[in-house]
């Protein structure tokens, strides 16, 4: 406690507040410790187990330390959790696997963090070809889980992301063109609400609550388990190819064709990369979640020669584990998104100013200090979104977004090792995106969309769903979250707009 540093030289404002908050501090976390079936499951600072639970953040940016962590074990610990919370109004964050990347998206400095990552078992019933999926999962452990029955699941790229952000965020799989996102493919929902009521949202059973939690995070509940459609196969044919820088033109217009033409094949999918690490790499993700090989969609770029490439016939497994690579510890990472017309302008002008903004960051940063980015491209477009309609719509307000044609969107993503480091690149990420975006504005391409899980924390993407994703959403708040709870004591990820 600083009380008498702050006492000392006079600054009386911040020690009123530095006070009211250690009080309140003191009483949110005894009144969950007091609970006896929380016991032994709140953890303080200067602890072994809250510094793991530090540590396990994917990115040092959002390993924020909250006065303590709650780690429930169940959909009753959570359901007690939330009745302390909402009684004692204590500020909270919520995290799953811990993924997303920029301070205060999934953890509380000023508050409790509901940590899920306890919760994360997983199920199979080959009968209902159903598999029920726990927030805290990695869906690592979920495609083991469904290993041995042969079917996948619409989950993360890479083996190592987390469940609850990835699929209330959307969730872009290897299966987005056959089967939508994986929002789309959850059936039910087991969600705690603000009251502490555990609830099931389906097509049957509070179904204005499963259409508005698919897409709006964290704003409704807490998701406890996610009961979810199979992919009927774990085989999946695809891989990662590089090539020499020279092939760009023939990359990039490959890339927009297959785009372009997406509708033709709905198994296959093409992901651009175009990586930063000490130098540039050109790179492409290709994938055929049907498992064919060398499919016809994919022409162009078996034609350009290339210089290592791990395309082959695998598992869902195999393929996701590849992805997530040798992934450093200890980074400080953000991410920064936007959507664009399918126009090889854009994909050319990102990495102009790529080269331009990485040689900014290094001056900026100095000789020593090193920064790794990545600029990715990855289709949405109509016949991928048309699934969420089939299976009973998301809050994303895609639809008229994707209706005049193919899109691109563009993620940004960004690491360092210090926070110090990080202050210093971040101005120069937000000028890169706005040097972006004004350009597509130029040239009438923008589609001022943002895919809520890429992005920073300041790009309010639920604002840009639209009017009546936005209204879904404000409806079942204000129905199952009657005292906004979820929009006064969060403090962690994003808001409903205003
Ligand atoms: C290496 C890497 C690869 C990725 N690949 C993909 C990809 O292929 N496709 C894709 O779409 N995204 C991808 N992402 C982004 C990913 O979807 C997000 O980071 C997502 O938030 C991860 O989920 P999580 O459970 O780890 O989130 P957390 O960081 O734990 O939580 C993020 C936010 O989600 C909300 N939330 C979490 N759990 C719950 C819950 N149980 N109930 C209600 N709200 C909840 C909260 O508001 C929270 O603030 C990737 C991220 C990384 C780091
Ligand atoms: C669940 O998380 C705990 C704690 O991190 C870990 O020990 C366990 O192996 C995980 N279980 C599964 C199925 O992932
Ligand atoms: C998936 O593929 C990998 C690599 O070929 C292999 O080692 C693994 O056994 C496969 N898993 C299953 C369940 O078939």
């Known amino acids: 406690m600083k009380l008498l540093g702050y006492a000392t030289v006079g600054a009386l404002a911040p020690w009123i507040a530095s006070a ?77 696997g811990g993924h997303s990347q920029f301070a205060g998206s999934s953890s509380v400095e000023e508050g409790i963090t509901i940590d899920l990552g306890y919760m994360n078992a997983t199920s199979y019933d080959p009968e209902e070809k159903m598999a029920s999926v726990w927030p805290g999962s990695m869906w690592r452990d979920v495609y083991a889980t469904l290993a041995p029955y042969d079917v996948s699941i619409t989950g993360g790229r890479a083996d190592l992301v987390g469940v609850g952000g990835f699929i209330t965020g959307g969730g872009y799989s290897f299966y987005l063109g056959a089967h939508g996102f994986a929002c789309d493919n959850v059936r039910n929902f087991e969600v705690v609400l603000a009251d502490g009521r555990i ?28 009961d979810m459609d199979v992919v009927e196969s774990a085989s999946i044919w695809g891989g990662s190819t590089f090539y020499d820088l020279s092939q760009k033109d023939a990359v990039f217009n490959a890339y927009v064709e297959f785009t372009e033409n997406m509708a033709s094949d709905e198994q296959s999918q093409a992901i651009l990369h175009l990586p930063y690490a000490g130098e540039f790499f050109l790179k492409t993700i ?32 195999d393929i996701t584990l590849e992805n997530s690579g040798n992934q450093p510890i200890g980074i400080y990472a953000d991410w920064f998104v936007g959507l664009y017309k399918n126009d090889i302008r854009i994909i050319q002008f990102v990495d102009m100013k790529h080269a331009e903004y990485v040689a900014k960051m290094e001056a900026a940063l100095g000789p020593d200090a090193v920064v ?12 991928s979104i048309r699934h969420s309609e089939l299976k009973g719509g998301n809050v994303l307000g895609l639809e008229p977004i994707v209706k005049d044609g193919a ?9 360092v090792y210090n926070a110090e480091d990080e202050t210093k690149v971040i101005p120069l990420a937000k000028q890169f ?66």
């Not at 016991?39 to 303590?68: F, M, N, Q």
């Not at 204005?208 to 807490?222: E, F, R, T």
């Not at 790794?372 to 016949?383: A, D, G, I, V, Y």
């Open 20 to 96: 009211a908050s250690a009080s309140k501090s003191g009483s949110c976390c005894r009144a969950l410790a007091k609970v006896d079936s929380l016991a032994g499951k709140v953890v303080y600072p200067d602890t072994e187990l809250y510094e793991d639970r530090l540590d396990s953040y994917w990115s040092k940016s959002a390993a924020l330390e909250p006065w303590c962590m709650v780690l429930p074990l169940t959909a009753k610990d959570v359901s007690s959790v939330m009745k302390v919370i909402s009684k004692k109004k204590c500020p909270f964050g919520i995290r799953s």
């Open 199 to 226: 609830v099931n949202a389906n097509a049957n059973e509070n179904s204005d609550l499963w259409k508005a939690l698919k897409g709006s995070s964290g704003n409704l509940g807490l998701v406890t388990r996610f």
């Open 286 to 317: 290709l994938s055929n979640g049907a498992a064919v090989v060398e499919p016809l969609a994919f022409v162009d770029y078996l034609d350009i020669p290339s210089l290592s490439s791990t395309l082959r016939s695998t598992n869902i497994s």
């Open 372 to 383: 790794e980015t990545l600029c990715q491209f990855q289709p949405l477009t109509e016949s």
């Open 407 to 415: 899109t691109q969107m563009w993620l940004f993503t960004m690491q």
């Open 433 to 498: 995106l706005d040097e972006v975006d004004e350009y597509a504005d130029s040239i009438g391409i923008n589609l001022n969309w943002r895919y809520l899980n890429y992005a920073y924390k300041d790009q309010d993407p639920i604002a840009e769903y639209g009017a009546d994703a936005i209204n879904t959403i404000k409806a079942a708040a204000a129905k199952y979250d009657r005292k906004g709870v979820f929009q006064k004591l969060r403090r962690s990820g994003f808001k409903i707009p205003a």
